[in-house]
């Protein structure tokens, strides 16, 4: 029998959201190779100690210098490791013997953990089979093997790349789990993902190059199964972290009928965001009333133009409606999420679109445009070959577009800080 360990390695950003730290690719990894017969554990390493180390900030991301003022509220005060450092986590993985690890990378924009990590471990063992997998590896699956660290570099889903990897057959394509990300005195907190792929078409977005086109959804049954494990006996709170789990609405609320039915302590977040556009009062009134805590908005941009570039369709008109709808008819936090720096984009429009917002019941998130391999405009992937995987993360504002500046989308972050900052006092 092989010995395994599923591996998720230290994180190192300005920010790390642990309450959403589920981590289910990998943990759907862990359970498909017990399922077909090998003995394995999983370890994540950035949940292992519970917050982060302040490291010096990577050559990459020098032209942030200047940007960071460890007592501003309004931007980044430090760069982080969440998670031990490389050699500790190399030594601990080396001390459980393993015959393989598989390491999982979320995002392109942490290739360079995966790839320090393996050669650490590398330097450990000689014997130890290193391979990776995740959604960062499967958009340029290349830049990993050219590094020359792994034995296998595997893209695509686990339920087929792991039994093919062993010369096995898997039934399922679809494994599910609840993952536990927090325990708040008896409150238990799980996040998961009901659905894959993705059927629109929006050129921002690497959704299809990672699962598909085509949307796939969870089966009912196995749900179930899971859901009938979790905590009876305390309060629990699931937040859903799909995209487009409003694409099979009545499924979704047929199913949070079931669990409210089940467990009268839950409550539910889509935090993620969801798209706004399936929505109407009625459906609003629904998911209150079974215990939703709060909504999370996906709005992109405000401008036609840009919508319509980027294949993205919406109604404003409706957005406005429900959102006063639930401020004022329930009360409810309401979260709406913009990208800026998308082509096209202008400071002055979007810092009027900020100060709209301001007017709204809403805390806004504003994330800076980034690309990963493979979208639109980034089809050549071998562009990457020469810019760090570190720049196509959110959190280093790099201008990739031109539409807008670091320092203008640096300033469109700490206004929006500012503006939520506000509305909390």
């Not at 471990?121 to 660290?149: A, D, M, Q």
């Not at 609320?253 to 409210?260: A, D, I, P, S, V």
């Amino acid at each position: 029998m092989v010995k395994a360990i599923v591996i998720v390695p230290p994180v190192r950003d300005f920010y790390f959201t642990f309450h959403r730290g589920s981590f289910i690719g990998a943990q759907i990894v862990n359970k498909v190779l017990q399922k077909i017969g090998i003995e394995s554990e999983i370890i994540i390493f950035p949940m292992l100690k519970g917050k982060g180390d302040k490291i010096p900030l990577p050559n990459d991301l020098e032209y942030l210098r200047r940007y960071i003022i460890p007592d501003s509220p309004h931007f980044f005060k430090n760069y982080y490791r969440f998670g031990n450092d490389f050699d500790f986590c190399a030594k601990l993985i080396s001390s459980r013997k393993p015959e393989i690890v598989f390491l999982s990378c979320f995002a392109f924009g942490y290739a360079l953990d995966s790839i320090e990590l393996a050669k650490s471990i590398r330097s450990k063992s000689k014997k130890i089979v290193i391979c990776v997998g995740g959604s960062g590896v499967t958009v340029y699956p290349e830049y990993f093997l050219n590094s020359g660290v792994f034995d296998h570099v595997i893209s695509g889903n686990a339920e087929e790349s792991i039994p093919k990897m062993f010369k096995l057959t898997y039934q399922n394509n679809f494994e599910f789990l609840f993952s536990h990300t927090k325990k708040i005195k008896n409150s238990y907190f799980y996040s998961t993902v009901l659905t894959r792929g993705c059927p629109k078409c929006c050129d921002f977005c690497s959704n299809h190059i990672t699962q598909g086109r085509k949307l796939r959804i969870a089966n009912i049954d196995n749900v179930l199964e899971e859901f009938e494990k979790l905590p009876k006996d305390e309060s629990i709170h699931l937040n859903f972290e799909d995209d487009n789990v409003l694409f099979k609405k009545t499924f979704f609320f047929e199913l949070l009928l079931h669990m409210k039915k089940s467990r009268v302590q839950i409550t539910f977040s889509c935090e993620n965001g969801i798209d706004f556009m399936f929505l109407d009062k009625k459906d609003i009134d629904f998911l209150v009333n079974i215990g939703f805590t709060q909504f999370n908005f996906s709005m992109v941009s405000n401008s036609s133009d840009i919508l319509k570039n980027n294949h993205r369709e919406q109604d404003f008109s409706q957005l406005e409606q429900l959102i006063f709808y639930i401020k004022e008819k329930f009360n409810k936090p309401i979260f709406l999420y913009i990208i800026a720096g998308l082509k096209g984009d202008t400071f002055e429009n979007l810092k009027n679109l900020l100060h709209f917002l301001y007017k709204l019941p809403v805390i806004i998130g504003i994330s800076p445009f980034y690309p990963v391999p493979g979208i639109k405009g980034y089809e050549d992937r071998s562009f990457f070959d020469n810019h760090s995987p570190i720049l196509t993360l959110g959190s280093s504002f790099f201008p990739w577009n031109n539409s807008l500046s670091t320092d203008e989308l640096i300033s469109l972050f700490k206004i929006t800080r500012d503006l939520n900052l506000s509305k909390l006092r």
